[in-house]
């Protein structure tokens, strides 16, 4: 009953996955624990285990630091919901070109109003 909602197959695999661990891609044995590193960077090491298989080199990403002399942030009064504003950063932080932040400036706009009156 707890897993009947929509998306839950997504709860069930990650409850499971925090029982009996993701174990090997390929064999039989269970160890390890998603929950210890989080979702996201068992991805990324799973990702860097497979290119090091395949003979590719681990893929060198870098996170530029920005400081900036104004306040960077989404005020409470552009988008209300702290939960929206939380997506909003995490999708900001994962855009990788220019087109993308164009794109999201745009949808951001629809949905909340113009961006240059903040």
């Known amino acids: ?10 709860k069930i695999a990650l409850h499971d996955l925090r029982i009996r661990g993701a174990g090997h891609l390929l064999g039989t044995s269970q160890s390890g624990h998603v ?3 989080g979702y996201e960077m068992y991805i990324q090491m799973l990702e860097q285990a ?4 395949k003979g590719d080199g681990p ?3 870098w996170e530029p630091e920005i400081r900036l002399r104004v306040p960077a942030f989404i005020p409470e009064r552009y988008v209300p919901d702290p939960g929206h504003r939380l997506s909003l950063y995490k999708r900001l932080t994962s855009l990788k070109t220019e087109d993308e932040l164009i794109d999201m400036q745009e949808e951001m706009e629809d949905r909340f109003g113009s961006i240059r009156k903040l």
């Open 1 to 10: 009953m707890d897993f009947s909602e929509l998306g839950a197959g997504f």
């Open 35 to 37: 929950a210890a590193v």
């Open 50 to 53: 497979i290119n090091e298989l």
């Open 59 to 61: 893929v060198q990403e």
